[in-house]
């Protein structure tokens, strides 16, 4: 059922992506409805066994190939006394760890934290600027859906889809929970959230000290709200970089259709620069709750 669409230019295909819902195009058989619009969902592109492939899942695998063939050819370009890019990545990296340093506040400790926190950031910036070439979201297949053909994009940004964004966060967090763990200790990292020290004190400090009865259940409440904390950590992540970048595709889309040419190229410039800055909000704020998980101290 499905007939491939194809698009003459990224400027035709972008006008084409932004006639939102239920647009009329004519066709060789009659008048039918074309429908296009920009969907919260990823959709599906093809079947892999039991894995079904999204377009977003798409962009995102490509994202990762990016990141391995460039990793892999800056590692074999490596040397001693660094040169031209090399030069150039170490300068960047260190102004990295300089702002990381002002989060950790050891040098040491951000050595030990930025490959895990810069990988979520090369893997966002580099999913985030790939929704933004030509053709992302503007060449795919027509198919009939409810009775309508419908438009479905071949490719999308991976960090559009909530479920990349999700799938992120989640990781982010619960690798945080690991790094609090290997940290501090199990026990006294289980006693941040369910703080059974604190109730076992009551009986024991009772008579020396009568306010316990009072302050130690407020202990123990406060651990039970950190664990709405860590959902709201997932929540606060995903449908930040989720919206961010959805809606800077939906701002192009209808830059794009009200006119074509030279109009998008500032919204263009802008969506770069949002999606360096949501990549680096994202890799900040984890490196943020991995900092705070491997602290000793109660919070």
């Given amino acids: 059922m499905a007939e491939t669409h194809s698009t003459s230019t990224g400027i035709e295909n972008n006008k084409s992506?932004?006639?939102?819902?239920?647009d009329t195009s004519s066709s060789a058989t009659g008048h039918e409805e074309l429908v296009h619009e920009h969907t919260l969902f990823a959709e599906p592109i093809f079947e892999l066994g039991p894995l079904t492939v999204t377009n977003s899942l798409l962009t995102s695998w490509i994202a990762v190939c990016i990141?391995?063939?460039?990793?892999?050819?800056?590692?074999?370009?490596?040397?001693?006394?660094?040169?031209?890019?090399?030069?150039?990545?170490?300068?960047?990296?260190?102004?990295?760890?300089?702002?990381?340093?002002?989060?950790?506040?050891?040098?040491?400790?951000?050595?030990?934290?930025?490959?895990?926190?810069?990988?979520?950031?090369?893997?966002?910036?580099?999913?985030?600027?790939?929704?933004?070439?030509?053709?992302?979201?503007?060449?795919?297949?027509?198919?009939?859906?409810?009775?309508?053909?419908?438009?479905?994009?071949?490719?999308?940004?991976?960090?559009?889809?909530?479920?990349?964004?999700?799938?992120?966060?989640?990781?982010?967090v619960v690798a945080s929970h690991i790094f609090g763990v290997v940290a501090v200790g199990a026990w006294t990292y289980l006693n941040k959230f369910i703080n059974i020290k604190a109730i076992a004190e009551i009986p024991k400090k009772f008579l020396k000290d009568p306010t316990i009865i009072i302050v130690n259940p407020i202990k123990a409440f406060v651990g039970l709200i950190e664990i709405i904390g860590e959902v709201a950590k997932v929540a606060s992540l995903s449908f930040r970089l989720?919206?961010?970048?959805?809606?800077?595709?939906?701002?192009?889309?209808?830059?794009?259709?009200?006119?074509?040419?030279a109009v998008p190229i500032p919204f263009m410039f802008l969506e770069i620069i949002v999606g360096l800055i949501q990549a680096l909000i994202f890799a900040i704020l984890v490196l943020i709750y991995v900092s705070i998980s491997t602290t000793a101290e109660e919070h």
Wanted: aromatic fraction near 10%; proline fraction near 3%; glycine fraction near 8%.
């Fill in 67 to 172: 990141i391995l063939v460039i990793g892999l050819a800056f590692r074999a370009q490596l040397r001693a006394v660094p040169k031209k890019l090399q030069n150039i990545v170490e300068m960047v990296m260190e102004k990295f760890l300089e702002i990381f340093d002002a989060v950790t506040g050891s040098r040491k400790q951000s050595i030990k934290l930025a490959p895990f926190v810069m990988s979520f950031f090369v893997l966002i910036l580099i999913n985030n600027w790939l929704g933004l070439i030509p053709g992302v979201g503007s060449i795919g297949q027509v198919v009939m859906h409810d009775g309508h053909k419908t438009f479905i994009p071949f490719l999308r940004g991976g960090t559009a889809d909530l479920n990349t964004t999700l799938a992120l966060a989640s990781i982010a």
């Fill in 242 to 261: 989720f919206g961010n970048i959805f809606a800077g595709e939906v701002l192009l889309a209808s830059m794009a259709a009200i006119i074509a040419f």
């Fill in 17 to 22: 992506q932004s006639e939102a819902s239920h």
